[in-house]
T-cell receptor
Framework: DAKTTQPNSMESNEEEPVHLPCNHS???????IHWYRQLPSQGPEYVIHGLTSNVNNRMASLAIAEDRKSSTLILHRATLRDAAVYYCILSSGNNNDMRFGAGTRLTVKP | NAGVTQTPKFQVLKTGQSMTLQCAQD?????MYWYRQDPGMGLRLIYY???????DKGEVPNGYNVSRLNKREFSLRLESAAPSQTSVYFCASSTFLQQNTEAFFGQGTRLTVV
């Protein structure tokens, strides 16, 4: 299964942009890149996903490298509510499972 | 629209007891998943069901069994609970072609085995 590598933790100031990196050098051509986040004491929630092109939605933007070996989740203006663990996941092209790594714990300072 | 509902929310078991964690979704999703999350750790996949009538092992299936009762429900059974199974359990669901869609998670079941 394709693996992802993320920093264990990152800090940001409130109302500043945040760039959360993810490396996935063994990604296959059919793997989608998904991002989820988990707020304290809650289940994970979907943030964004993409295949090759950059993606934007109301929560965030996803920038995918041209070779697809890395991606960056961008929160344009961090709020205190964005403090969470962010998971970068590759969905397998051959089966239907979805495996999480340890994620990046984002701390947002007021 | 309730989404993914897990019951119970909390449970304490004695070593060797059995129990079933229930999960139901009302989004007509084909695929369902069971994860466990130990303190300070990421989620680990226990079992998943790509569609009604099929189940497959994930990363950590030992000590668990699952049943995909129908399209809506996917249960997780601990036949003989052990302290190592103390964890928070999450159920999730998604459409069959989950590569290009999102998964929805329940709020979790906090299980303590003493």
């Amino acid at each position: 299964d394709a693996k992802t590598t993320q920093p264990n933790s990152m800090e940001s100031n409130e109302e500043e942009p945040v760039h959360l990196p993810c490396n996935h050098s063994t990604i296959s051509g059919t793997d989608y890149i998904h991002w989820y986040r988990q707020l304290p004491s809650q289940g994970p929630e979907y943030v964004i996903h993409g295949l090759t092109s950059n993606v934007n939605n109301r929560m965030a933007s996803l920038a995918i490298a041209e070779d697809r070996k890395s991606s960056t989740l961008i929160l344009h203006r961090a709020t205190l509510r964005d403090a969470a663990v962010y998971y970068c996941i590759l969905s397998s092209g051959n089966n239907n499972d979805m495996r999480f790594g340890a994620g990046t714990r984002l701390t947002v300072k007021p | 629209n309730a989404g993914v509902t897990q019951t119970p929310k909390f449970q304490v078991l004695k070593t060797g007891q059995s129990m079933t964690l229930q999960c139901a979704q009302d989004m007509n999703h084909n695929s369902m998943y069971w994860y466990r999350q130990d303190p300070g750790m990421g989620l680990r996949l226990i079992y998943y069901s790509a569609s009604e009538g099929t189940t497959d092992k994930g990363e950590v299936p030992n000590g668990y069994n699952v049943s995909r009762l129908n399209k809506r429900e996917f249960s997780l059974r601990l036949e003989s609970a052990a302290p190592s199974q103390t964890s928070v359990y999450f159920c999730a669901s998604s459409t069959f072609l989950q590569q290009n869609t999102e998964a929805f998670f329940g709020q979790g079941t906090r299980l303590t085995v003493v």
